[in-house]
């Protein structure tokens, strides 16, 4: 499983959530957090052919590699931060998020607007999203502590429901 979060901050709450669902899922899945958002270049599609740049490549074949792709995302005025849309922009030329699966969180303050827009982004590049994969979590900052444990019993609810509802697509494929 490969976990992108797409804040670039070292100690975000999308990380913390990262890290939650981490140990939430030890016994279940293998989660590689790919920590190199902001090493991305900024998408050109004049490089975007052979030879790629080398953390492209990197992005492309971590992405190939997983059963699956966790986005934890926060909302950067009202979209999607630019970091994460940089990487996702780097695969539309690609196939390597079609059939592939996938669960989104936003977690921010309020979300909708970029959760709407990661929704749409994930479709169109034909990643499988299940309806129980999609979570919003609203006013995260005080759902989450800095040890990363989920202090909200809603929002925990809602993570256990988006595991168990990703790995049964995990485990169909």
């Known amino acids: 499983m490969l976990a992108i979060c797409g ?3 070292e100690n975000s709450i999308n990380l ?9 899922t030890e016994a279940i899945w293998n989660i590689e957090i790919y920590g190199e958002l902001a090493l991305l270049p900024h998408f050109n599609p004049d490089l975007d052919k052979e030879p790629f740049p080398e953390k492209v490549q990197d992005l492309r074949n971590k992405i190939k590699n997983a059963d699956g792709v966790l986005i934890c995302t926060p909302e950067y005025v009202f979209s999607l931060p630019g ?8 695969t539309v030329s690609t196939t ?8 989104i969180i936003t977690a921010s303050g309020l979300g909708e607007k970029a959760h ?17 994969s999609q979570l919003l979590i609203q006013g995260a900052r005080n759902k989450v502590n800095n040890s990363g444990e989920i202090t909200d019993e809603m929002t925990l609810a809602g993570i256990k429901e988006l595991i168990r509802s990703f790995t049964a697509t995990l485990s169909t494929d």
Do not use: C, D, H, V
């Open 7 to 9: 804040s670039t901050r």
């Open 83 to 90: 970091s994460l849309k940089n990487a996702i922009e780097w």
């Open 116 to 132: 709407e827009s990661l929704q749409l982004i994930m479709r169109t590049i034909e990643a499988e999203i299940p309806a129980g």
């Open 16 to 24: 913390q959530l990262i890290y939650a669902i981490e140990k939430l």
């Open 96 to 103: 390597l998020f079609s059939k592939k699966p996938a669960a």
